[in-house]
């Protein structure tokens, strides 16, 4: 097997359903000759062409609107939106018409769409270029949201969400693009709804997602120093919420952190720490605690900007605090 | 591969658009309509080109920004109540 960055890792799933499937279009801002604004589309444009490599306008209304209406009509749309903070453009195309359409029919049509889009603090890019709004999203009934962070879960995560009856949110982060991993060469599908245990610990349960996992990593290596055995959970799926995971490593460890880049408040560790307290709060022996974004904008000096970021330090922290209240 | 002119508008489209630069045309309405004059025009740009010369120097000079400064101008200082309106 070889491997691959993230960022050829979404190009190989979309070149594999575009040869399999001729219903598969991709549409987005330089998405052809330049080879998509990120990079994630070099080469498309020469084996497909400009009937299904489609370059759009900067608007993403009107983008996310074509992907409805192609689905409608049969298409396989993969709509790529450059930022996620540029979602907010899109919200009624998105939640009002891609998330209904298949309610309003009464079942008769629905929008198989990917949204794809580029997430989270990156280089300094600022204010409007930084932003994590899934928990938007998770808000909305009619909407997946995945959000890889390995090659190996992008490809298949992406080859899923392509075949995917419903429009699926699909998230990239910006500084895992250069990710690189074992991809195997063939074709082949994750489940969309499904978590997965990074490290088995018995201690303490963190559940992440997107950049903060390696922060989990981390932390938990640096825990299990002092003899915590942190058990890491990647959520993959932020909707639908992989339930049984989440619950099954609380049941075990009776003590959880929370941690994502998305502000605290809010965020996607609200709704799961919801969820356990509903589900399993006999379990807990200890608080939940968060470790998440401080509620402020994303700044753009960088030295701030890692002031923002919730990192290892942090999830070390809250980890001690929640096995010392046990 | 990197100029807009080779991947985004190939051929002539480029430089006819060029032509339509808004910014452009509407100099040449204030020249044609008498609403300014090539010397007050010029003297503008030398003074934009001055003030962001000077906002690059002020931030090259200054310090990183402080932690705290994280949470600066998100929302007005709460420094007095709003006053209530009473109803009828």
Not at chain 1, 80 to 101: C, G, I, P, R, Y
Not at chain 1, 127 to 134: G, I, K, P
Not at chain 1, 167 to 180: G, I, Q, S
């Amino acid at each position: 097997m070889r491997e691959l960055s993230l960022r050829d890792a979404i190009c190989e799933a979309m070149r594999q359903e575009m040869r399999r499937d001729p219903r598969v279009l991709l549409l987005g801002e330089d998405v052809g000759a330049f080879g998509g604004p990120l990079k994630t589309s070099r080469g498309l444009i020469d084996e497909f062409g400009s009937k299904r490599i489609i370059e759009t306008p900067i608007c993403e209304q009107t983008m996310v609107g074509m992907g409805v209406g192609a689905a409608l009509m049969g298409y396989r749309p993969i709509v790529e939106v450059m930022f996620m903070d540029l979602m907010s453009l899109a919200m009624d195309q998105t939640v009002n018409h891609a998330a209904k359409m298949r309610y309003l029919s009464g079942g008769d049509v629905g929008v198989p769409m990917v949204i794809r889009t580029a997430t989270g603090v990156g280089f300094g890019h600022g204010v409007h270029h930084s932003q994590s709004f899934e928990s938007w999203f998770i808000h909305v009934p009619g909407l997946k949201v995945v959000m890889p962070i390995t090659p190996y879960d992008a490809k298949g995560l992406l080859i899923s969400a392509i075949r995917d009856p419903d429009p699926v949110l699909f998230l990239e982060h910006k500084r895992l693009y250069a990710t690189k991993g074992l991809v195997p060469e063939e074709v082949y599908a994750l489940p969309l709804n499904q978590a997965e245990i990074k490290r088995e610990g018995a201690d303490v349960t963190i559940v992440a997602y997107g950049l903060m996992v390696s922060s989990a990593l981390a932390a938990s290596e640096e825990l299990a120093q002092e003899g915590i055995s942190a058990e890491v959970i990647d959520l993959r799926s932020l909707s639908p919420l992989d339930r049984d995971t989440i619950l099954g490593s609380v049941q075990k460890t009776g003590k959880v952190v929370i941690t994502h880049e998305a502000w605290k408040i809010g965020g996607v560790g609200a709704e799961v720490s919801a969820l356990i307290a509903e589900e399993a709060l006999a379990y807990l022996d200890a608080p939940i605690q968060r470790v998440a974004a401080p509620h402020a904008h994303v700044p753009y000096s960088p030295k701030l900007e890692e002031v923002f970021l919730p990192n290892s330090v942090g999830i070390v922290q809250a980890v001690r605090a929640a096995v010392g209240a046990a | 591969m990197n100029h807009p002119r080779d991947f985004r508008l190939p051929g002539d489209d480029y430089d006819q658009w060029l032509r339509l630069c808004p910014i452009e045309r509407f100099k040449s309405y204030l020249l044609s309509q008498s609403l300014s004059n090539e010397a007050e025009l010029s003297r503008i740009d030398v003074e934009v080109a001055a003030e962001v010369e000077d906002a690059i120097q002020f931030a090259i000079e200054s310090p990183y920004p402080a932690p705290e400064d994280l949470f600066a101008d998100v929302l007005a200082p709460t420094t007095a109540p709003i006053e209530q309106e009473v109803g009828q």
